[in-house]
């Protein structure tokens, strides 16, 4: 070797040189095997999802929101969860709990990642029907009338003015009055009085009397209970109803009124909910009145409710679900219920549109209580 090497005159460190770098290049990988070892790709994904509480009675979960996750795939080290657009939640046991707060019932796309140790991933994406019940309402006011006397002038103001010329709007015949004959507390409920009699205030003669009372709280979103007994007779016009804050400075219907309800004696039988808006008042197309047959008005007691939320006015009797006021297209002509509102309790008589029996002498509507709930 050594005779070889001086006959060519190449240097046996050079020879030696070239020896490694034929040994490195025989034990590294091509340029097409990158780390040195072939892609792993999952493979056999699987999703399940389970919705908590689910059962019979109710197919889209408890009310909680909460579901459960569990993914498997083989050649998979880990897994990452979308939930919508929120970031990817990474879980090295493929196990992740999720909680929805969108209140209702509302689907949504849950997507799975699986990855394996050499980085390359495979997804699925599956749809859950979920259902969110509302936060559970607590009492923010109420007036259970159990003191007897005049009615609580820290709760109630008397609306006794006359704003139409000394009369009332829609051809009402009535003045109202603060006096406690049309008005008081006795034996745990408050009585509205209607009553046939001479009266003469604001320099206008009426042939009837009654009360109109007004809620000093104020309140945007919640749920009203009114438990009332309705007054019969033919002409009466008793209602449970609310009107705007802002009516002095918007005016109606900009304000936004809701009728809980209504009754009219010359249809005993009936009691109606009903909306006006700038978009339409009471009975518009594609708007309906909420009417319900109810022939014990005036000698039970039922529960009057609203239910309102950003979305909707939800009108109930006694619990159950009678008519909601919810357009597709919200806007100042459509939904001005966005900002407080104060209730109003009284009971009319005669209307532009319907006359008086001529033999009423005086009716009541009794209330048990006024609650509200938020």
Known sequence: MNVILRKLHIPASMVLLKFLLIFMLSCGGGEDEPGGSDPVIPSELKLEILVLGTDGANLNGD????????????????????????????????????????????????????????????????????????????????????????????????????????????????????????????????????????????NTTKLYTSARLTSKFNFTYG????????????????????????????????????????????????????????????????VRVGATQLNDYDTEFHVYSLEWTKESLRFLIDGVFKYAYKPAVKNDNTWPYTADQFIILNVAMGGSWFTI????????????????YQ
């Open 223 to 286: 749920r009203l209970e009114v438990r009332a007994k309705l007054p019969k007779g033919s002409g009466t016009w008793p209602a449970i109803w609310m009107l705007g804050s802002n009516i002095s400075t918007v005016g109606w219907p900009a304000c936004g009124e809701i009728d809980v309800m209504e009754h009219w004696g010359h249809i005993p039988g009936e009691v109606s909910s009903a909306t006006h808006t700038p978009s339409c008042s009471g009975g518009c197309a594609n």
């Open 63 to 202: 009310g909680s929101g909460m579901i459960k996750c569990t993914a498997t795939a083989s050649d998979a080290v880990r897994f990452g969860f979308k939930f919508g657009t929120d970031p990817e939640v990474p879980s090295t046991t493929g196990i992740v709990d999720h909680t929805y707060t969108a209140l209702g019932t509302n689907t949504y796309p849950v997507t799975v990642y699986a990855y394996s140790g050499t980085g390359n991933s495979v997804n699925i994406t599956k749809s859950v029907t979920v259902y969110v019940k509302p936060p559970e309402l607590k009492l923010v006011w109420s007036d259970e009338f159990s003191t007897d006397g005049p009615v609580s002038a820290s709760n109630w103001n008397h609306e006794t003015v006359p704003p139409d010329n000394g009369s009332w709007w829609n051809g009402e015949k009535q003045h109202y009055t603060a006096r406690t004959d049309n008005s008081y507390v006795s034996g745990g409920t408050l009585k509205i009085v209607a009553k046939r009699e001479t009266y003469t205030a604001y």
């Open 357 to 372: 029996d001529p033999n009423f002498t005086e009716s009541a509507m009794e209330i048990d209580y006024v609650k509200v």
